[in-house]
């Protein structure tokens, strides 16, 4: 910022040299962060010697020796704790994935709510927001954890719908698939289903470009792909056995659970982050100009059209950059986990495993790196779709 | 000559006013829109009325026992009964006047900041900024000049949470601002150190930055030196913060048009004299708001200290909610605990939104 750098300079000392004092300064503040550093990592050196903890990352290999209540892969009281790690990484990834999908879902529906010309709709959806985000979200996963979930009536007075769908204090019981013989053909059919989709969106834009005549891509390719599996279910059956949760003793057996801890979790994050996002999506959509509306119906689009093609692409750009820290959060927040004692990276690695292991550097390192990775990736992954639907300019 | 008379207005159309259009106009404009306003109806009479029973009609105001909540609804007996637990802690109840004290001396030191009129207000400002910490901490935790000694491990309740929020954002801003100040500058070294920085506390969630100050701080520093473990979780927090003022400032900092900086450096000041008369006046005036919003996250991310164990308001009460004389009231512990961060919180926003009209000098067009 200052434009006294490539000024000669006439007599004077050489202290008064901005090129030379900048040099200085930077030598300086390296000096100053490298100290630190040493210093820091010279007290730790001296610290875990008199505490007689070998640093390392060799205690990954170590038996574990304890249980954890939902696992994605395999996992047994004496794999390691690095088959831990993975257990904690995929349970906060699960978290993060079912949180930012139901919290974007929730959220562009109370932003469009919030802009509704239905005058209650849009009070309810400001009632929602103003209410929820103000909220701490720790406060939020107590609240459905142990106000909600473990005051659910217990297996046995289960509210159940359908007979397949249970809700207890223990968790929601679901039926679970299961292959059955035919779902090989089941498969091909809908691998064939999708490539013929592909093609034909293909020959639709080739013919598009070249005639200009339109063709209804959506209805076909809806169609192919219903037609083509059904046709398959219809000729050999059923490709998936559903296991149906049943009461046996105190607890049900069999299909699929959600353990209460996942459903508090999710549930108060997706409501909370939701808050955030209907203000950013109110936002996106009310930064396109009316003039965009107007112009779109004088060249003949119909109002779906208009959406599609011209006030959403514009307010996508808005909403996206930060629609991104949003998400960002939401994978940040799902390390609250530790608060209810669901087993994420946080509660399993940086709870049980330092508290066991006792080796709190390499376990913290680890935790901060894998949320950092996660960080990352997000901000790359929503810089590249940003970068795609960006505006053109000359 | 015959003169033109002016008939009275005829009165608009009864379909244009009153209660009957104005329901046609906002809840019935439509087939779709007729049948949103039922559902939104049907969801309210699903929610309100069991929602008010539950917490007016049929709730329990009056006794001292859990054996004094017969009826259906909630209990706010206990909410009354650990009220004095949810503000101060454990702080001894004999010296809570020193924190109503010290709560009184904010309101009152700081109203004349609120009142437009005040002459000298910065410097006024900035004595208060000077003198009122070092009062809040003698009337909090005492030790010397008369004052008998409380230590930090029996603060707690709305007073901790309040003490965490107040110094996270008293220290992180001026290491915000700093950093902000940093990560523009014109030198590489200095750069790259406060880009990692900031991008580095961005990344990782506070629970994590907590958990390192409770279990990492401790080898950080050499034998003997130990903090408490609310200054760690302070230190935690004012470096985790100062990350995210940062990036608030430097959106202040990049509105700055570029002529107000090559005017200062034409005038002849030199980097902080142009940082603190011209650059930052302007840049602070405009995220002001976006400040308050930091300060709103950080108020709600105090919660977190439940995590290392430190009794703030949420843990007051979530300990509360476990002690066996009044077990099953996790419902109006935490409506409680939720309704106080919510006044705090949506106060803060209203405020916040205030400022944004009031500073909207024409910065934008």
């Known amino acids: 910022m200052q434009n006294t750098a490539n000024v000669p300079r006439r007599g004077g000392s050489v202290l008064t040299d901005p090129k030379l004092r900048a040099l200085i300064f930077q030598l300086l503040a390296i000096a100053a962060v490298v100290g630190l550093g040493w210093y820091l990592f010279d007290n730790t050196q001296t610290n875990l010697e008199q505490r007689g903890i070998t640093s390392g990352f060799a205690f990954l290999n170590n038996t574990a020796g304890f249980g954890i209540a939902q696992h994605l892969i395999d996992y047994t009281q004496t794999d390691s704790y690095g088959r831990v790690f993975f257990v904690g990484l995929l349970n906060t990834l699960l978290v993060s994935v079912i949180g930012i999908v139901l919290a974007t879902i929730i959220g562009f529906l109370l932003g469009v709510a919030r802009l509704s010309p239905n005058w209650l709709v849009r009070q309810l959806a400001t009632l929602y927001i103003e209410t929820f985000r103000n909220i701490p979200p720790l406060l939020q996963i107590l609240f459905w954890y142990f106000a909600v979930m473990l005051s659910l009536p217990g297996p046995r007075q289960s509210l159940g719908v359908l007979d397949s769908f249970y809700l207890n204090s223990r968790g929601l019981y679901m039926p679970s698939p299961g292959l059955s013989e035919t779902f090989g053909l089941f498969f091909a059919a809908l691998l064939l289903a999708v490539v013929a989709s592909v093609f034909l969106g293909r020959w639709a834009r080739k013919r598009r470009e070249t005639t200009g005549q339109p063709f209804p891509v959506l209805v076909s390719v809806l169609a192919l792909l219903l037609v083509i599996p059904g046709a398959a279910v219809l000729i050999a059956g059923n490709p998936l056995v559903w296991t149906v949760p049943e009461l046996s003793g105190f607890n049900f057996a069999g299909g699929w659970v959600l353990i209460p801890e996942l459903i508090a979790l999710t549930l108060a994050l997706s409501i909370y982050t939701a808050a955030f996002i209907a203000e950013i999506v109110r936002a996106g959509i009310q930064s396109v100009s009316h003039g965009q509306t107007e112009a779109a119906h004088s060249l003949g689009l119909p109002a779906g059209k208009t959406l599609r093609l011209v006030i959403i692409p514009q307010a996508l750009r808005v909403i996206i950059p930060p629609l991104t820290s949003q998400y960002l959060n939401l994978a940040k927040n799902s390390s609250l986990a530790a608060g209810i004692g669901y087993p994420d990276m946080v509660s399993l690695f940086a709870g049980t495993v330092l508290n066991q292991t006792g080796q709190a550097i390499e376990v913290i390192a680890i935790t901060m790196s894998v949320y950092l990775a996660i960080s990352i990736s997000i901000s790359l992954f929503m810089n590249w779709y940003n970068g795609r639907i960006a505006l053109i300019e000359r | ?365």
Request: include cysteine.
């Open chain 2, 1 to 365: 000559m015959q003169t033109h008379t002016f008939k009275p207005d005829m009165p608009p159309p009864k379909q244009a006013i009153g209660v009957l259009a104005w329901l046609r106009e906002n809840l019935f404009s439509g087939l779709f829109n007729s049948l949103l306003t039922l559902f939104a109806l049907y969801l309210l009479w699903l929610i309100v009325p069991p929602l008010i029973n539950w917490a007016i009609i049929n709730a329990d105001w009056v006794g001292t026992t859990r054996a004094d909540c017969t009826s259906e609804g909630a209990c706010w007996v206990f909410i009354q009964q650990r009220f004095g637990q949810f503000m101060y802690g454990f702080y001894p109840s004999e010296l809570r006047w020193r924190v109503d004290l010290t709560v009184i001396l904010a309101i009152v030191g700081a109203a004349p900041l609120f009142i437009d009129a005040m002459p000298r207000k910065a410097r006024y400002g900035i004595a208060f900024l000077v003198v009122y910490p070092l009062l809040a901490y003698w009337l909090l935790h005492g030790g010397f000049l008369g004052l008998d000694l409380v230590p930090t491990s029996q603060w707690g309740g709305l007073t901790l949470t309040l003490v965490i929020a107040a110094v996270g954002i008293a220290g992180a801003l001026p290491l915000g601002i700093m950093l902000a100040l940093g990560r523009r500058s014109d030198m590489p070294a200095i750069r790259v150190i406060c880009v990692t920085f900031i991008e580095f506390w961005r990344g990782v969630p506070l629970i994590t930055v907590l958990f390192m100050s409770s279990v990492m701080l401790p080898l950080f520093l050499p034998e003997g030196m130990n903090f408490d473990k609310l200054v760690r979780a302070l230190i935690g927090v004012i470096l985790f913060q100062s990350a995210y003022v940062a990036e608030v400032v430097r959106g202040g900092l990049q509105a700055i048009p570029k002529g107000q900086y090559e005017a200062a450096a034409a005038m002849g000041l030199g980097y902080w004299r142009m940082m603190g008369l011209v650059i930052l006046p302007q840049a602070l005036k405009m995220v002001i708001p976006g400040i308050v919003n930091t300060f709103i996250a950080l108020f709600k991310d105090t919660s977190l200290v439940i995590i290392i164990g430190l009794f703030d308001l949420l843990n007051s009460i979530k300990q509360a909610t476990t002690d066996p004389a009044w077990l099953g009231m996790a419902t109006e512990g935490y409506v409680f605990a939720a309704l106080v961060f919510w006044i705090f919180c949506f106060g803060m926003s209203r405020y916040s939104m205030h400022l944004e009209r009031k500073l909207d000098t024409g910065h934008k067009r």
